[in-house]
């Protein structure tokens, strides 16, 4: 088995530096639009033998060294009580967005193998299909971020409701944290012993808030969350747009911080300190350029790190439909290559 994906988390040593790329299956992928011509997202989601075929596409075809569970953040919500789906081209949507005491407190924790039990059993397929290969990454969306699609109805701009609840009725906003963070919890350790070999926490939207406000009404739920994920599993905490505030993400929690392409990712390991591993940090737009500039990007990334053991190369972001599975798969090769030990 590739363990330099799990030995890099651990701050271990390892013969190159591993690479995996958020959103590694999707768009961009011929195998996945050919499937999305017979199934919509969430049948494919949903449902565990094409969730595996799905995220095993990248690593049959790219050479990533971890597989990440094919699903997305909000699948949670339907046993939560909250219904949505995915509007064609508009991104998800949320039929009943939660912005009264009444909906706050009507939500349900989730009994994970009741409601989600699609991704257990996606889990435990996926680790015999994996077995000797890479390791499985599961994750989940952080209370911030999940709370932002439950009370905006969707992706936003400026998160208008959300952060009028949380100014106008900071009680309010406590409890609907405190309870996605259970849900979170449950679902994580749920992944967990279905057989995930490390978890990932998306806080995407969290670079939203000043640091202040991320201390003041988010950090305490998000720090729950790590406080009460159990095994040993390495765990990575992610976010963008937190360059100047990554001292207060590795607080929260998680043995690996994922960092953005807003900072060089030597300085962002310098300024948190060094008892942590890190993630980055690629601008997904640079795979748009010829591979001389690719080039360029990766050898700078890599000599930023200097080889110290904890480093995994990733995007600073998922990966957009737009690029080409050529320039995807030179990235993996160079970063492979250029990081020979
Ligand atoms: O990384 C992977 O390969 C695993 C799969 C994965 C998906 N979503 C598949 C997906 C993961 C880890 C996610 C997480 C996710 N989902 C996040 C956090 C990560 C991030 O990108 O910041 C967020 C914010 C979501 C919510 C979400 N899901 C949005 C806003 C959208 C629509 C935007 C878009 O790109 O279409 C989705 C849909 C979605 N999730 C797709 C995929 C492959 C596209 C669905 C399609 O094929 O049309």
New binding site residues.
Partial sequence: MNETFLKACRREPVDHTPIWL??????YMKE?LDL?EKYD?ITM?TTPDIAVEVTMQPINKIGVDAA???????LPLEGMGIGFS?DKNH??KIHNPVRTKAQVDAIKIIDPEEDVGYVMEAIKILRKELEGRVPLIG?S?APF?LASYIIEGG?SRNYVHAKTMMYQEPEMWNLLMDKVADVVIVYLNAQIEAGAQAVQL?D??VGALSPRDYVTYVQPHSKKVFDNLKGDVPKIHFG?NTSTWLNLIKEAGGDVIGVDWRIDIGEAWKSIGYDVAVQGNLDPTVLLGPKSVIEKNVKEILASVDNRPGHIFNLG??IIPELSVDNVKALVDMVHEFSQR
């Fill in positions: 958020m959103r590694q299956a999707g768009r996945y999305k997202f989601a990440i569970l094919f699903a997305d953040i909000l995915f991104g998800p994750f969306g971020t992706s998306f995407s939207w963008t972001h998922g």
